[in-house]
């Protein structure tokens, strides 16, 4: 009776042996299987970060190039900078008859003046995000369109987006290979902010020089899209400056405005009240 019951428990221990092995090498294999469904995934994660990372690299370094040729640290430590010209409107890409001649000063990051007509009487200054209107009857404040289009094109400018978004570590850089822009072979970037706005760079592939900027912005009314481009054209050195004797501003594909450079300056010592409407009007003639 006792050599049954030890028979019977070394069959059951065999058995119970049996099972846990196989109990153990099907979790082995179920762990295996998990692993390898998961390797492929990782290695796709993996190239796909790398491939991201070169395409950024790609994008930050065709903009390094579009700096340097623009002027490089003399460049980025500009204090100020001066063009004048004639403006020719355009209405649905006809141009208006004649031009009208402007002279416009900008003073790193928010001061602007633009004089208009060849006595300089009219007078727009756009300093922070305050802008006024000065002429001989006085000053007054510039109307919100006028301000939402002068500083939705300022915060899109190649200049903040050198100076500002490309230090921000959360703007995404992207790299869109070559387009044509003007007849020239460009290089495209794009760069999107934190806030998922989005400054788009074309640069000549040669000389690197800035061929076309444009952003899009949704109209507040209709609230349709609109693409806001400028193009530069005919560069010439000005105090070792490349400086675009031509530009042409689109909305959406259609030229409304270009501006015929005659002359530039840079780092001009400007009076201390240069930006204050207030001395302005007291100085226009009535």
Same mark, same amino acid.
């Given at each position: 009776m006792k050599s049954k019951l030890a028979a019977r428990g070394r069959e059951l221990f065999a058995v119970s042996a049996y099972e846990e092995t196989m109990r153990a090498g099907k979790t082995a294999a179920m762990i295996l299987l998990v692993l390898a469904?998961?390797?492929?995934?990782?290695?796709?994660?993996?190239?796909?970060?790398?491939?991201?990372?070169?395409?950024?690299?790609?994008?930050?370094?065709?903009?390094?190039?579009?700096?340097?040729?623009?002027?490089?640290?003399?460049?980025?430590?500009?204090?100020?900078?001066?063009?004048?010209?004639?403006?020719?409107?355009?209405?649905?890409?006809?141009?208006?008859?004649?031009?009208?001649?402007?002279?416009?000063?900008?003073?790193?990051?928010? +001061? @602007?003046?633009?004089?208009? $007509?060849?006595?300089? *009487?009219?007078?727009?200054? !756009?300093? #922070?995000?305050?802008?006024?209107?000065?002429?001989?009857?006085?000053?007054?404040?510039?109307?919100?369109?006028?301000?939402?289009?002068?500083l939705r094109r300022r915060d899109h400018s190649i200049e903040l987006a050198v100076k500002v978004w490309m230090k921000d570590p959360n703007t995404i850089l992207i790299y869109e290979g070559q387009h044509l822009a003007e007849r020239h072979l460009a290089e495209q970037v794009t760069l999107i902010s934190p806030q998922n706005e989005a400054i788009t760079i074309l640069m000549d592939e040669q000389t690197h020089l800035p061929l076309q900027r444009s952003f899009e912005w949704r109209d507040p009314v209709y +609230? @349709?899209?609109?693409?806001? $481009?400028?193009?530069? *054209?005919?560069?010439?050195? !000005?105090? #070792?400056?490349?400086?675009?004797?031509?530009i042409t501003r689109l909305k959406n594909g259609d030229v409304v405005r270009q501006y015929y450079v005659t002359h530039a300056s840079y780092n001009e010592n400007l009076p201390a009240n240069f930006w204050d409407p207030d001395i302005a009007a007291r100085k226009i003639v009535k």
């Open positions: 469904m998961m390797w492929p995934h990782a290695t796709r994660t993996q190239t796909g970060d790398n491939a991201g990372d070169k395409n950024a690299q790609q994008a930050r370094a065709a903009l390094d190039a579009m700096v340097k040729a623009l002027g490089g640290s003399a460049w980025l430590n500009m204090q100020n900078q001066e063009r004048q010209g004639h403006i020719a409107a355009f209405f649905h890409g006809n141009p208006d008859l004649g031009t009208e001649e402007t002279f416009e000063f900008h003073q790193w990051p928010d +001061h @602007d003046r633009i004089e208009v $007509t060849k006595h300089r *009487d009219v007078v727009e200054f !756009i300093v #922070g995000r305050q802008g006024w209107e000065v002429t001989y009857r006085g000053k007054k404040t510039l109307d919100k369109d006028t301000m939402d289009d002068f +609230h @349709d899209k609109n693409t806001d $481009t400028e193009e530069y *054209d005919d560069y010439h050195v !000005i105090q #070792g400056f490349p400086t675009p004797f031509t």
